[in-house]
């Protein structure tokens, strides 16, 4: 008998609006190899937590609420971070996908690469996806590593595939005083945001504190203790040099 296919969940939202269009059933997977410094959810980074879903397990819970999502509405896979459960991941949209339901996936894009198997795995996913939600972090390399461990070459090389093949995206930047709120950086995100074809929505995400109570929890220390959120001026300055305003349909 072959083996079921299993993802871990770290948690459920049954009726999330932040994460894509409409009313979503939003699923949030455990692990992340990522170790932002801004992270507001460090409890899903730990790869060894988690409740055990089959897909077929996890459309049936999801189904019971397809009743609230009216046209715009789906489920949405976030994290921690979902490609690290890729086979799931596939399995699960396909499923849903044969049910009528948009598909989003919530990534940070760090595990993206061509090599293979996982750049298969990938383009099979992407046929059952209607949405990418996409987090760019900061787009100088060198900083990208300080800041969260891992370069960001795998994350610029996604959003360029997905642009190249049309998969609709959403891109989302935190903003952080003493991180990524310059101008130098902000110009060199708008420039390298311009020359993608399939962004259908930019948002500029303040940075903030709500998650520094978990840190204490686990134990690991805070790094930003001393970083306030960014001022509304700033929010605004990056917002119109990230030009969000050209994306104001969705």
Known sequence: MAEKTVGYVHSIETFGSLDGPGIRFVVFMQG????????????????????????????????????????EGGITVSGGEPLLHIDFLIEFFK????????????????????????????QELMK????????????????????TMHPNTSILDMANYLSEVNVPMWLRHVLVPERSDYDEYLQRLSDFIDQLDSVEKVEVLPYHKL????????GI??????????????????????????????
């Not at 044969?98 to 198997?117: N, R, V």
């Not at 040099?241 to 969705?250: A, E, F, R, V």
């Open 95 to 122: 499923l849903a996908k044969a049910e009528g339901i948009h598909m989003s996936l919530d990534t940070c894009g760090q595990p993206f690469t061509y090599d293979e198997p996982f750049f298969s795995r990938f």
């Open 32 to 71: 992340c190899r990522m170790r932002c410094e801004f992270c507001h959810n460090p409890d899903t980074w730990n790869m060894g937590g988690g409740t055990p879903y089959t897909p077929e397990e996890m459309l049936e819970k999801a189904i019971d609420y397809k009743d609230y999502w009216g046209e």
């Open 211 to 218: 998650g520094v109570y978990k840190y204490k929890e686990l």
């Open 221 to 250: 220390p805070y790094k930003l203790e001393h970083i306030d959120p960014p001022t509304a001026e700033r929010v605004e300055n990056a917002n119109r040099i990230l030009k969000t305003y050209k994306y104001q349909k969705n």
């Open 128 to 147: 059952y996806t209607d949405l990418v939600l996409m987090d760019i972090k900061h787009i100088d390399n060198e900083i990208h590593k300080k800041y």
